[in-house]
């Protein structure tokens, strides 16, 4: 036999045992199917602790006015500082007056002044406590927009009514220096006083009277109550 | 012309020439020595990757544990999330259900006030009325008295009078000035009363 046929063998048994040795050991048993990693979504029930209904409650309050000749019932909202604001025929010609709050506590107050040219009324707790404070709105109110009306009808327990802005009237043959809003929620005696928020939380307007009629809400825009925050444009009540 | 080396009929393969000869075995030895050297090299690369299959394989064992615990653990994580939710609807029904109770409660209590405040002024009115009222009972009662001291004075100056004796006209009429201002008093003192009792009609 000759050298070279031996060493082409000799290649190619070279050669098979470097393939065989290249070989790697096919892997293991296959992997489980993946398991499904969805998860089924649930929401959460609203807290209502946390909720723009609970928060608006917190900050309206129940006015009683013990006046000269009559018994006012109505509502307000408490700002920071201990101030509150209402309307001015809740507290008119007041001797005592006090306020009630959604969860039962009752606070005396004193009449700070009332606005001669708009039916609000700015009253200064008596007493130093911490009551959640409402948040006014800077900017005007468009028609449209959904609010919620918090008051005291008829002097019963808080509630919470909502509706939307439907727009503005002239408030000259009401009394009022400027348009008011006219909103689309049944108030009744006893929810003057009460604010009206936006749907962010922030007071746009003072509820104080009725347009019969139409069964509408109206308010005084916060633009006039800012305006009347100023204690020097406000005047003593009336005396007894 | 190329020369034979053997019979190829008879079996015999011609062998090449001797130079030719040493090149096919010189070739021959490089490529045994490339093959040699091209195992070994293949062989250690197959042994690597062995390795690392290996290792992979071993990971991927790992990972599936680990995902199995995960895929656990979340599910465990579910149930109790579930649970959470149920119980914080079960709380906030139950709050809404308490803030209700408060609520109705606070009315109580704020028209208990509210009563109490009329039944304060009404008492105020009262205490009002009865004094004025206890005023002008005391005035009619000492008008009455004067009045019947006045009486009794005038009688008896008409029977001096009548029976010839000086009568003291001047004060006879002095006193009956007196008991008019008493009766005029007891008269405000009515009207007063009458007011009272009238603001108290209105308020009530």
Not at chain 2, 75 to 88: K, N
Request: charged share 25%; with cysteine; aromatic share 4%.
């Amino acid at each position: 036999m000759s050298s070279a046929p031996r060493a082409v063998r000799w290649l190619l048994l070279v050669g098979v045992v470097g393939l065989l040795t290249g070989c790697v050991a096919p892997p293991g048993e296959p992997l489980t199917a993946p398991p499904t990693l969805e998860v089924e979504q649930r929401a959460l029930p609203e807290v209502a602790a946390s909720s723009l209904e609970r928060r608006a409650q917190e900050v309206t309050v129940r006015v009683r006015s013990l006046g000269c000749e009559q018994f006012g019932l109505g509502s307000g909202f408490v700002l920071p500082g201990g101030v509150v604001v209402t309307n001015r025929h809740v507290v008119d010609r007041p001797r005592e007056v006090t306020i009630n709050t959604w969860d039962g506590r009752s606070f005396p107050v004193g009449v700070v002044g009332v606005a001669t040219d708009s039916d609000l009324a700015l009253l200064q707790l008596e007493d130093d406590v911490d009551l959640p404070v409402a948040e006014l709105r800077t900017t005007a109110v468009a028609a449209g927009e959904e609010v919620l009306v918090v008051g005291y009808p008829g002097g019963g327990a808080a509630e919470v009514a909502t509706g939307r802005i439907l727009g503005s009237v002239d408030g000259t043959v009401l009394g009022e220096p400027a348009e008011v809003l006219r909103i689309e929620v049944s108030v009744t005696q006893g929810s003057s006083g009460g604010p009206v928020f936006d749907r962010s939380g922030r007071v746009v307007g003072v509820v104080f009277a009725i347009e019969v009629d139409a069964g509408v809400g109206l308010a005084v825009p916060v633009e006039t109550v800012l305006e009347r925050l100023d204690t020097e444009v406000l005047v003593a009540p009336e005396p007894c | 012309m190329p020369i034979e080396h053997g019979d190829p009929a008879a079996g015999v393969r011609p062998l090449p020439p001797p130079a030719r000869r040493r090149w096919v075995v010189v070739v021959l030895a490089v490529l045994l020595v490339l093959a040699v050297t091209a195992a070994v090299i293949a062989g250690l690369v197959a042994a690597d990757q062995r390795e690392a299959a290996a290792d992979w394989q071993q990971r991927t064992t790992t990972l599936q544990q680990q995902l199995d615990e995960v895929v656990e653990e979340r599910t465990q994580l579910a149930v109790q999330r579930d649970e959470a939710i149920d119980a914080l609807i079960a709380s906030e029904s139950d709050v809404a259900a308490l803030e209700d109770r408060v609520r109705t409660l606070a009315e109580e209590k704020a028209r208990a006030e509210d009563t109490a405040t009329t039944v304060s002024v009404e008492r105020d009115v009262f205490i009002e009325l009865s004094e004025v009222v206890t005023e002008a009972t005391s005035s009619l009662d000492t008008c009455v008295t004067r009045l019947f001291e006045l009486q009794e004075a005038s009688v008896a100056a008409f029977n001096a009078a009548a029976a010839g004796r000086q009568v003291d006209v001047v004060a006879l009429n002095a006193r009956a000035e007196t008991v008019t201002g008493f009766c005029e008093q007891a008269r405000s003192a009515v009207a007063e009363a009458e007011a009272a009792a009238d603001r108290l009609r209105r308020s009530s």
